[in-house]
């Protein structure tokens, strides 16, 4: 039996095969308690289910190097993060300005 891939690395992270949806977003979406049919209908409906499944298993099989990528990745952001606020201080400023204005949804 010949199992397809579905997941490929490239630009220095994993992607589905084919696409341009970040295996890291169906994970994280799948984090959050997404089941694999509510991740394909309703975050990326470019994929299909096959795919949503190949990409958790794909995580699932590889679990400890994709937690390592995740955590360097969440790392690398954050330092970027920072390293943008020290540039743009005026820019982070009026930007956190306008959140906090922002009227949280009511319910």
Known sequence: ?????????RDNGYWIL???V??????????EGLSPETIQADCFPT????QVYGA???YLTNR??????????DE???AFRQRNR??????HRRLDAMLEETPTARS
């Open 1 to 9: 039996m010949n199992r397809p891939d579905y997941i490929e690395q």
């Open 18 to 20: 084919g696409t341009r």
């Open 22 to 31: 970040s295996l890291d977003s169906v994970v994280y979406r799948f984090f």
């Open 47 to 50: 994929l299909t289910l096959d």
């Open 56 to 58: 958790i298993s794909y």
């Open 64 to 73: 400890a190097e994709i937690d390592r990528y995740l955590r360097e990745s």
């Open 76 to 78: 690398d952001y954050e």
């Open 86 to 91: 020290a540039e743009y201080p005026e820019a």
